[in-house]
């Protein structure tokens, strides 16, 4: 399984078009003793990274390929706050403390983001202009009222927009409600996740890109890591590995759902077309059963996400419907090139909620971010590496769950193609 990810390159996104060069990394060469091994180079594992090597633990990162290679570098770049479930159910799910501490997890990541973008330095054209949860049907506006209802009373700043409102915002009379989520906002993800790199190199993590970890067993030292080029033994480890988890860790990879995501990018749009999409420097996604979501980037680029072919796919043949849609939206659209297009997969759980494991002592994972990686990954990242470096579980803001394996997991592309028929039928008919 590791094999079939090894030393694959970058895919040609517009992220890998545009964002600043990674920090120079290559292979493990030779055997190597640390306090703590992370796999996987993306926002969770390099956000961990980082933060360990400011507490100064002695820290190394395996990846697979490269930096952001797999989601990190491959996503629409929206910077989501709160998790899938809104604050009442979890509070009600959880009781007050882990409930209301989840609440706030999700409430914060977006500000970490921000705000590690603004420590660092790190070039990736970040804008916090809001996210929009947009209705099309009665039954997304009565959801995103809630929504909205619930956040507000915690304080939040989240407005309701109406039809008009919307249409403001977008540029599009699609929607006939809307949440604006000012605590939102947007990045170039692959610029985000390689500026997280080099920050954590400075800060005296170490690096090691085409190094797929293949074996993980328990020895006398510690945790011993195999990877083609060296053996690593480790007090700690962290798994970072999401949604192209292997069999690394018996039953990780089973445990989620990794679903594809395809997005299409157009050229830079000229100022007078820019004007009138997306013209306020917002995001959004759809409460729909499409699950679209797009922004413009600084650029002026239009950058739309949506349904996948359940492959890898850089066939324009697979994007037509996205820009079919794109085009029905904003009907300026028909003027211009699309010029990149790419897709990647999103861990998702069988409860829609990141899932934080630690199914041996010294073993500590975090993935599942159900499409809201950009700011909870790193929130993850976080608060693993604070575990990692000794803390006690009170510094886990996540219940640590058993593995569990999802049954029938093997028809998963079967289940997905299922779920997407009937979520259509159901827009359709309950509209
Ligand atoms: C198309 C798409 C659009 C998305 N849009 C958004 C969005 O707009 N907003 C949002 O918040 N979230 C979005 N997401 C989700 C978000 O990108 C992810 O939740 C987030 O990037 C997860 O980060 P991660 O570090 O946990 O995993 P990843 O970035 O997927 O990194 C995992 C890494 O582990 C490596 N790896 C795996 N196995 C091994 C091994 N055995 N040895 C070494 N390395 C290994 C892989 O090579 C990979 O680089 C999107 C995802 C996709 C695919």
Redo the contacts with the bound molecule.
């Keep these: 399984m590791?094999e079939t990810?090894a030393r694959r390159p970058m895919p040609r996104s517009l992220y890998a078009a545009t964002a600043p060069r990674a920090p120079e990394t290559g292979p493990l060469d030779g055997d190597l003793n640390v306090q703590v091994a992370i796999?996987?180079?993306?926002?969770?594992?390099?956000s961990a990274a980082l933060h360990l090597a400011e507490a100064g633990v002695d820290t190394i990162v395996?990846?697979?390929?490269q930096i952001?290679?797999?989601?990190?570098?491959?996503?629409?770049?929206?910077?989501?706050p709160g998790l899938k479930w809104e604050p009442e159910t979890l509070e009600q799910a959880f009781g007050a403390d882990l409930g209301g501490r989840m609440v706030r997890l999700g409430d914060e990541a977006p500000g970490l983001v921000f705000d590690l973008v603004a420590r660092h330095g790190i070039d990736c054209a970040p804008r916090r202009g809001g996210t929009l949860r947009a209705a099309l049907s009665a039954t997304a506006e009565k959801g995103i009222r809630d929504f909205q209802r619930q956040w507000a009373a915690r304080g939040a700043d989240v407005v309701m927009a109406d039809a008009k409102g919307m249409a403001k915002l977008t540029g599009t009379g699609a929607y006939r409600a809307g949440a604006h989520d000012r605590r939102g906002g947007q990045v170039n993800?692959l610029a985000y996740?390689r500026g997280l790199a080099a920050a954590a190199l400075k800060a005296g993590a170490r690096i090691f890109t085409d190094?797929?970890?293949?074996r993980l067993v328990r020895g006398t030292g510690g945790w011993n890591l195999s990877t083609p080029s060296g053996r690593v033994t480790a007090q700690r480890v962290i798994l970072?590995?999401?949604?192209?988890?292997?069999d690394?860790w018996p039953g990780l990879r089973r445990s989620i759902v990794p679903v594809?995501?395809?997005?299409t990018a157009t050229e830079p749009l000229p100022p007078e077309l820019a004007a009138t999409v997306m013209p306020n420097g917002v995001v959004l996604y759809e409460m729909s059963a499409s699950y679209v979501?797009y922004r413009l980037d600084d650029a002026g680029r239009f950058v739309m996400?949506g349904r996948s072919v359940l492959r890898q796919s850089s066939d324009p043949t697979d994007y037509r419907s996205l820009i079919a849609y794109a085009t029905q939206l904003f009907p300026v659209l028909k003027a211009v090139d699309w010029t990149h297009r790419w897709?990647?997969?999103?861990?998702v759980t069988w409860d829609h909620l990141p899932h934080l494991h630690e199914p041996a002592p010294g073993i500590h994972i975090?993935?599942g971010?159900n499409?809201?990686?950009?700011?909870?990954?790193t929130a993850t990242?976080r608060m693993l590496a604070r575990r990692a470096a000794g803390g006690g579980p009170e510094v886990l803001d996540l219940p640590v769950t058993k593995i569990s394996p999802i049954t029938g997991h093997i028809a998963w592309p079967l289940a997905v193609k299922g779920r997407l028929m009937l979520d259509r039928w159901r827009e359709t008919f309950a509209a």
């Excluded at 395996?62 to 390929?65: H, I, K, N, R």
């Excluded at 952001?68 to 989501?80: E, I, K, L, Y």
């Excluded at 499409?371 to 990954?377: F, H, K, L, S, W």
Aim: with cysteine.
């Design positions: 590791v990810i796999v996987g180079a993306g926002f969770t594992g390099l395996l990846e697979a390929s952001g290679w797999g989601a990190s570098g491959r996503n629409g770049g929206q910077v989501n993800p996740c190094t797929p970890a293949t970072a590995t999401n949604g192209y988890s292997d690394l594809f995501s395809s997005i979501y996400g897709n990647g997969q999103v861990a975090g993935l971010y499409g809201r990686g950009v700011a909870m990954a990242g």
